[in-house]
């Protein structure tokens, strides 16, 4: 299979019109001095090491003056794409986010050139965007980081990152860019009321993770092979996790009441995933069919060629693994479900005015709830119950400060101090 541009390595050639050695490196010519002398091989071995240890960077060779805003990023973007890689939560995308205004306003601008005026400029599009003040900073954190790293790949002198790193980020109540409210833990009766409406599945993914605190991505890749069960206490050791890329560990416990739960989904191969959207639409279509009053004679039949050809024309068909996106779909779509709205919520939405459905849309975003709640709601149990010190070791992080984002207060401790004392 022959190998693409990007992956073979500049040929050593002769220039014929001069007899010098050259190599063309991302489209430049280097003439490296006589051909066939060794001065010109070691450099040529010097072009093409560099070029490699720059991560084989389309921007090599280009004057640092020279460099446009546009080159710099397309070669971030080359470096970001093999060292985040692209799966559904990459930071690569973020990147790739934050590229589209600064190249739309300073594409074809040197990248030295680019000062805290410009860096402000770029944040003032993300706000006129809409953008809140915590995901523009995130954002404009990113684009310093770019610079920094082609400080670090000699494309940009080190003044240009340092200069950005000045600028300070967007403070609460002093810029117009929205707050956005925190995530808060999600009571136990309303994932009561939501379970009810849930596939079996997915019920179960809920239960576990409000169990154990772990995250939804850690629920979503569980499997049997991950799981240590030699103890009175089961440890789920994640394949992979959130700082994994950190040199850091992660162990989840599972207690009894996790455990039975986990105990109906390892009947499997070890490294299958235990909670699969198969299962899950395998057990949907036997309740259908349960409760099927068409005769059998009737209609198609389960296992039917006209069934299985269906089942191939369809759109979508269900995975191995259940992605954090899907998950936090199906228990929104429960939301749905178990919070009607009194007066719309039994009507099709083909049949609502424009007014109605924005009102049903702001009902129903009220009522729904996310996985990452389920960890708060952990975390702040075990917090009232145990401790801060506790809560750190169930949720895994190394600082208590982390915890404390997590783990809600308990204010009846302050009501109570100021019975006493006040």
């Not at 082609?150 to 117009?176: C, F, K, N, Q, Y």
């Not at 506790?390 to 809600?408: C, F, N, P, R």
């Amino acid at each position: 299979m022959p190998r693409s541009a990007g992956e073979s390595i500049p040929k050593y050639r002769k220039h014929r019109g001069s007899g010098q050695a050259v190599v063309t490196i991302s489209g430049r010519d280097h003439y490296l001095g006589p051909h066939g002398t060794k001065t010109s091989k070691h450099e040529y071995d010097r072009l093409v090491g560099e070029w490699m240890a720059s991560g084989r960077s389309l921007a090599y060779g280009v004057s640092q003056h020279d460099l446009t805003i546009a080159e710099l990023l397309a070669s971030y973007k080359r470096f970001a794409k093999t060292y985040y890689g692209t799966g559904a939560k990459s930071e690569y995308f973020h990147y790739v986010r934050v590229s589209r205004p600064v190249v739309e306003l300073y594409g074809r601008t040197p990248a030295v050139a680019f000062g805290p005026l410009q860096f402000k400029t770029v944040r003032e599009r993300l706000i006129s965007e809409g953008g809140s003040r915590s995901y523009v900073n995130a954002l404009m954190q990113r684009v310093a980081r770019i610079f920094r790293w082609a400080a670090a790949e000699a494309m940009i002198p080190p003044d240009v990152p340092a200069a950005l790193s000045m600028v300070s980020g967007l403070r609460r109540g002093r810029t117009e860019a929205p707050e956005t409210d925190p995530v808060q833990p999600v009571s136990d009766d309303t994932v009561e009321v939501t379970l009810r409406e849930l596939p079996k599945v997915v019920a179960d993914m809920v239960r576990l993770q409000r169990l154990t605190a772990a995250r939804p991505a850690e629920i979503c890749s569980l499997r049997p092979c991950d799981l240590d069960r030699s103890g009175e206490v089961w440890t789920y050791h994640p394949q992979k996790h959130k700082t994994q890329h950190h040199g850091k560990t992660r162990q989840i416990f599972i207690g009894p009441k996790g455990q039975a739960i986990l105990l109906r989904y390892l009947v499997r191969d070890a490294e299958a995933y235990c909670f699969r959207p198969v299962d899950s639409e395998e057990k949907r279509r036997a309740e259908v069919h349960a409760k099927r009053k068409t005769p059998l004679s009737h209609g198609n039949k389960p296992g039917s060629k006209q069934a299985k050809r269906g089942k191939r024309r369809a759109k979508w068909q269900p995975g191995e693994c259940y992605a954090t996106d899907s998950y936090r779909r199906a228990i929104h779509r429960a939301c749905d479900r178990a919070f009607l709205h009194p007066e719309l919520g039994k009507i099709k939405k083909a049949n609502l005015t424009t007014k109605q459905r924005e009102e049903l849309c702001r009902w129903q975003s009220s009522k729904r709830w996310s996985p990452n709640q389920l960890r708060h709601s952990a975390a702040t149990e075990v917090r009232r119950e145990f401790g801060l010190e506790a809560a750190q070791v169930i949720l895994g992080h190394s600082a208590a400060a982390v915890t404390e984002i997590y783990a809600e207060r308990d204010m009846a401790k302050g009501a109570e101090v100021a019975l006493r004392i006040g």
